[in-house]
C-alpha cells in the first residue's frame, strides 16, 4: 500500500467529525450478518468474563471484533493492528472514546517481523475478513505468527470466506445465489465515497492493484482447518458456517 498524501495527525483530523458516520456506512457495508459473528467470536472466548484478558485485533481496520470481544470482557486489553492508517484513525478514534486499553499499530503484515513491539503472549488472537487478502503461503505463515504469539492455552479465533469442496461447489453456489446477499457494491461504494470525500484524496488508488494470488473467496473450510492444523493448533472447531463465511475457533495447546 503506498503512503497517503497527508500525515496520520491531518487524517485523524479530517475523520474526526465523521468517526460515528464512517462506521455506520462501515457497518452496512460489511453486511448485516456481522454482528452476529462478532458476538459469536467474543462468546466463544472460554475465559470468565471478569478476566483482564489481552487480546490482538488482528488486521483490525475500524476495530469491530476488539470491541465487541470488550463487550464482553469489560477488563479486557485490546491491541490492533492493520496497515491502513485511515482504518486504525478509526479504529484509535472509537477504541479512545470508549476507554479501550492497548496498542494500536500501523504495520504491513507482508513484512517479517510484523510482532514486532507488541507485547505477545496473547490470550486472544481474533480476525475477520483479513488473512483472505493474503496468498495461501503468506496466510499459513500469519497463522504460524499467530500461533507463536499465543500463550499456551490462548485461542484464536477467525471469521473469513469460504467456498465449498470442488465436488459441491456447484450446488452450493446454486444455493448460495438464493441466499440474501451479505455484500453489495453500492455499499463499498458509498462507504468508499464517502471517505474520500473526507479525506480530500482518492484513498483506494493506494492499494494498488488487486493481487490476483490472494486467497479471496476461494478456501473452502477444510482448508481453513488445514491452514491452523499446519500452524500447530491442535484443536480446532468450526463455530458457524453460513452461504458466505466460517467463523472458527482454534486452541493452542499448554505445554
Ligand atoms: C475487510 S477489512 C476487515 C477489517 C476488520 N477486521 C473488520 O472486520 O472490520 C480487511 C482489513 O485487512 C487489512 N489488511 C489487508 N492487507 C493487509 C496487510 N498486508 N497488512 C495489514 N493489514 C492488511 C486492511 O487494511 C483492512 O483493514
Redesign the pocket.
Known amino acids: 500500500?503506498q503512503s497517503p498524501p497527508i500525515s496520520q495527525a491531518e487524517i485523524d483530523a479530517r475523520i474526526d467529525p465523521h468517526i460515528d458516520e464512517l462506521l455506520a456506512l462501515?457497518w452496512t457495508e460489511?453486511g448485516a450478518t456481522?454482528p452476529n459473528d462478532l458476538a459469536l467470536i467474543a462468546s466463544a472466548i472460554p475465559f470468565p468474563r471478569d478476566q483482564p484478558i489481552r487480546a490482538l485485533?488482528l488486521?483490525?481496520?475500524?476495530?469491530?471484533?476488539g470491541r465487541a470481544i470488550r463487550k464482553i470482557y469489560p477488563d479486557a486489553h485490546i491491541d490492533g493492528?492493520?496497515?491502513?492508517p485511515f482504518?486504525m484513525s478509526i479504529c484509535r478514534a472509537v477504541n479512545q472514546r470508549e476507554r479501550i486499553p492497548g496498542k494500536l499499530v500501523v504495520?504491513?503484515?507482508?513484512d517479517d517481523g510484523w510482532l514486532a513491539g507488541l507485547a505477545g503472549n496473547y490470550d486472544v488472537v481474533a480476525?475477520?475478513?483479513?488473512l483472505h487478502?493474503?496468498d495461501e503461503g503468506r496466510a499459513g505463515q500469519l497463522v504460524e505468527d499467530v500461533y507463536g504469539t499465543l500463550r499456551g492455552g490462548g485461542v484464536f479465533l477467525l471469521a473469513e470466506p469460504a467456498a465449498a469442496e470442488t465436488p459441491f461447489a456447484v450446488g452450493f453456489e446454486a444455493w448460495k445465489a438464493k441466499q440474501p446477499p451479505r455484500y453489495s457494491q453500492e455499499n463499498w461504494e458509498r462507504f468508499w465515497a464517502r471517505a474520500n470525500a473526507i479525506l480530500g484524496y482518492d484513498h483506494v488508488a493506494l492499494w494498488g492493484p488487486r493481487d490476483d494470488t490472494r486467497i479471496g473467496d476461494t478456501m473452502s473450510v477444510a482448508g481453513w482447518i488445514r491452514l491452523l492444523e499446519g500452524a500447530g493448533f491442535g484443536l480446532v472447531d468450526v463455530l458457524l458456517r453460513d452461504a458466505d463465511q466460517v467463523v472458527i475457533g482454534a486452541l493452542k495447546a499448554i505445554d
Open positions: 500500500m462501515w460489511q456481522k485485533d488486521c483490525c481496520g475500524p476495530g469491530d471484533v493492528i492493520d496497515r491502513d482504518f504495520r504491513d503484515l507482508q480476525t475477520v475478513n483479513a487478502w493474503f
